[in-house]
């Protein structure tokens, strides 16, 4: 979004107007939402609309944003990636294995991004080289890594024994913010500023808009194919790490939310699943919409059979509203 600057007569009401019409259009819609669902369970339920809650739903859609951040640009590329929960699983039982075996502390941190952009980077070779559909490709991998994370973890649960590592999650550098909400929101500016200034972020939209066009004018596509799912699985892994300080454990059930909530918050923060429309910029409201509707539901003491619903229709309804706006067929 770029602010318009007032008019030489000085008129400061033209300028602010001029501002407003600036936003991206689309992005009237799910902002609308956020604020709809905002007022609505705030009138449902008296803890919703409490600093308490608000610092819960921080760190709960944390990890989410982390992980669908990277996930936006195989989106925005035309392109999907099935296994982030999976890549989330098998980063985190690799960093407690890790932790508990060598007592590295923080540089577990860089070691999960490096492990996740590995398991990426796997994803992003068999999609460009194999020319196999990437849903396909992620399909497999989610089975394959989800089989070695369990293997690792035994099928249980495993803490870490790092003193005060939980602290990177659950500290709060700034108070009522928990350290894991401010991380993901570090990252957010990031891959925005990746997104809209760096020749990667540009050749994303380039790819999705029209591949073959992308590749007759010279773009190396193959090569950012891979870099895509390379910086998924990083931010994957980085997710990962951090939501096991926040847990205080790897388990079997880590991750397993993330295939619906991250495609869903993907699609409903106005990223076309046809590619080349969208952006992380817009992501930050999908997680914010899947935040919210998650909080506000168990607030309600809704089922999480319900809500498996409700979050199934709110993904078709967004998938049918981007095709509505792109004019183009969702097929990747």
Same mark, same amino acid.
């Given at each position: @979004? ?7 007569? /000085? ?32 009138? $449902? ?32 590329? /035309? ?9 989330? =699983? ?21 070691? $999960?991004?490096?492990?996740?952009? =590995?398991?990426?980077? &796997? ?56 350290? &894991? ?22 050749? @994303?939209?380039? &790819? ?27 931010? $994957? /892994? ?34 076309? =699943? ?16 899947? $935040? ?7 607030? @309600? ?6 809500? @498996? ?24």
């Amino acid at each position: @979004m770029s602010l318009a600057v007032p008019s030489e007569n /000085g008129k400061p009401l033209r300028g602010l107007l001029d501002a407003f019409r600036s936003v991206e259009k689309s992005l009237w819609f799910p902002i609308g939402v956020v604020l709809f669902l905002f007022v609505f369970f705030s009138l $449902a339920t008296d803890s919703f609309a409490t600093i308490r809650n608000f610092t819960a739903i921080s760190g709960q859609a944390a990890t989410l944003l982390i992980v669908c951040l990277g996930a936006t640009f195989v989106v925005l590329m /035309g392109s999907i990636d099935l296994s982030v929960g999976a890549i989330v =699983l098998l980063v985190g039982a690799g960093s407690v294995q890790i932790l508990n075996s060598f007592g590295i502390g923080y540089w577990v941190l860089p070691l $999960a991004a490096l492990l996740g952009g =590995l398991l990426g980077s &796997i994803n992003g070779a068999i999609y460009a080289y194999g020319r196999i559909p990437s849903f396909i490709v992620t399909l497999g991998t989610l089975s394959v890594f989800t089989g070695i994370a369990l293997t690792l973890l035994d099928g249980r649960a495993i803490q870490f024994t790092a003193p005060g590592f939980e602290q990177i999650a659950i500290g709060q550098f700034i108070p009522r913010l928990p350290n &894991i909400a401010l991380w993901s929101l570090v990252a957010w500016a990031i891959v925005v500023v990746v997104a809209v200034r760096t020749r990667f972020g540009r050749y @994303m939209y380039l &790819i999705g808009g029209g591949e073959q066009v992308a590749s007759t004018s010279g773009l190396p596509v193959r090569r950012y194919k891979i870099y895509a799912f390379a910086i998924s699985g990083v931010l $994957a /892994g980085l997710g990962s790490i951090l939501a096991v300080a926040r847990l205080g454990a790897a388990g079997p059930s880590l991750g397993s939310d993330l295939l619906l909530n991250s495609l869903a918050a993907i699609v409903v923060g106005g990223t076309s =699943l046809a590619g080349g429309v969208g952006g992380p910029h817009r992501t930050l409201i999908g997680v914010l919409i899947i $935040a919210i509707l998650d909080n506000g539901l168990n607030l @309600m003491g809704v089922s999480q059979y319900l809500q @498996m619903i409700i979050k199934g229709l709110v993904v078709i309804a967004a998938v049918l509203v981007s095709r509505n706006a792109t004019q183009e067929a969702v097929v990747k």
